[in-house]
Nanobody, 121 residues
């Protein structure tokens, strides 16, 4: 089956940087839009960044100028470079892909399990 696996989370001090990765695996026909979400305890899940198959990007206002989403189609991987991290960035970060498997005629959303990012003051 198609899977997404995130990596790169950890503990970092405010002002520091982290780069998250999300790699897709399985028998994949096409990968369309890829997105990063985050969810802090007691809060709703928030869309952080999105990138289309053509490379167009969208960011939440809270991360503009600090985060950069990118993708490597050959590696079937999406990245989230996070700079100038703030305490309020602390959350579980998950990737989501709109992916069409080989066995399907239509794409569907696939979610990763998430990776913890903790920013200390």
């Amino acid at each position: 089956q198609v899977q997404l696996v995130e990596s790169g989370g950890g503990l970092v001090q405010a002002g520091g940087s982290l780069r998250l990765s999300c790699v897709a695996s399985g028998r994949i026909f096409s990968i369309y839009a890829m997105d990063w979400y985050r969810q802090a305890p007691g809060k709703e899940r928030e869309a952080v960044a999105s990138i289309t198959s053509g490379g167009s990007t969208t960011y939440a206002d809270s991360v503009k100028g600090r985060f950069t989403i990118s993708r490597d189609n050959a590696k079937k991987t999406v990245y989230l470079q996070m700079n100038s991290l703030k305490v309020e960035d602390t959350a579980v970060y998950s990737c989501k892909g709109l992916i069409r498997p080989m066995y399907a005629t239509r794409p569907a959303d696939v979610w990763g399990q998430g990776t913890q990012v903790t920013v200390s003051s």
